[in-house]
């Protein structure tokens, strides 16, 4: 049973452009503008119509952007709850000027050990995460810790909750790793992995949802019984301004928004593809996190109820729970 039927969250690229080199990320390879504060109002209009409660600003890392306090500050202005990770190199720089701006403030921190970190990420970045936390800690800004799981960094994990997280009462979200296109993510995640992810969900101030590990037992999405739900659940814009579909790890294809978002999105060339959705030949086996998070909380199934109970979790926990109340 859909329980709601209008797009929820807005993945908002604001440069494909990164100073690290992750090898489990091909967005920094992509040549990139960056979006401008004029067509973001624009855009920020048109979603707020359309009933997307969350925009993350993304990247590429959102902080290279010039304009990001600006940025942040016009979403609060139209009600948007926000979301922005980053690596943590240029937050110190931008800390005071985006207090209190972001509502969920993520940063990635994959390995306990500096080396191992800095060699994930492709440039030396641990000791400025560990800045940051001390920076927002002082700016009474409550970061979560985002910790991609590796089949060779599982061990790491009770390091980075005993000694990083728990000090600070951070809360710690895990996110298993997902392939995509010709990324290499190293081999999948095993059962017993996600048997140690599912005991870890259990544990105080950390947040993974449930339902990634079900879909992964599952084999994945499945194009014959989509769960999938990314193009109707999940509006992604490029730094182009272009309204990229189904997701923008597939982006099959590409609209010009040109100012005109509500009405591009209902219109039939876009919902033709919005209803192919979980179904493309790429969609077969696809866990991809971001889409599936949405996915999972609009649909009455196995899944959302796998989820609800970690979502709530972070929701109360972070205080969000009250503004993120949707109506179908």
């Given amino acids: 049973m859909r329980l709601i039927r209008h797009p929820i969250l807005c993945n908002y690229y604001v440069t494909y452009r990164c100073n690290a080199k992750c090898g489990f990320c091909d967005i920094w390879e992509r040549p990139s503008p960056y979006i401008t504060l004029e067509t973001a109002e624009s855009n920020f209009r048109d979603l707020k119509k359309l009933g997307v409660k969350v925009i993350d ?4 890392e959102p902080l290279l952007h010039r304009r990001i306090d600006e940025l942040l500050q016009l979403a609060k202005e139209f009600g948007f709850i926000t979301t922005l990770t980053t690596n943590g190199l240029l937050y110190p720089k931008w800390a005071s000027r985006i207090k209190g701006k972001v509502d969920m403030l993520h940063f990635s921190l994959d390995s ?8 994930m990420r492709g ?5 400025k995460v560990l800045e940051s936390i001390r920076i927002a800690r002082d700016l009474g800004e409550r970061p979560d810790i985002l910790f991609t799981v590796f089949e060779d960094n599982l061990d790491e994990i009770e390091e980075v909750y ?9 809360i710690l979200i895990l996110n298993p790793v997902f392939g995509y296109n010709d990324v290499t993510t190293g081999s999948s995640l095993s059962n017993d992995t996600l048997k140690s992810l599912i005991k ?7 947040y993974l949802n449930e339902g990634f590990i079900a879909l992964r037992r599952d084999g994945g999405n499945h194009v014959d019984r989509p769960v999938c739900k990314a193009a109707s659940t999940t509006l992604v814009i490029s730094p182009e301004n272009k309204l990229v579909l189904p997701c923008y790890h597939l982006g099959e294809k590409e609209f010009p928004i040109d100012n005109q978002l509500f009405d591009l999105y209902h219109s039939p060339e876009v919902q033709k593809v919005v209803a192919l959705e979980g179904r493309m030949p790429a969609c077969e086996g696809c866990v991809i996190n971001c889409y ?15 989820a609800l109970r970690s979502t709530l979790k972070y929701n109360l926990t972070k205080g969000t729970y009250k503004s993120l109340r949707i109506r179908g």
């Fill in 57 to 60: 600003f993304t990247g590429g």
């Fill in 112 to 119: 306990s050990e500096r080396e191992k970190h800095d060699e």
């Fill in 123 to 127: 440039v030396a970045c641990y000791d």
């Fill in 292 to 306: 599936m998070q949405p996915s999972f909380a609009v649909e009455v199934n196995r899944y959302f109820w796998k």
């Fill in 162 to 170: 005993q000694e990083i997280t728990l000090p600070d009462n951070l």
């Fill in 200 to 206: 870890w969900s259990r544990k105080k101030l950390v």
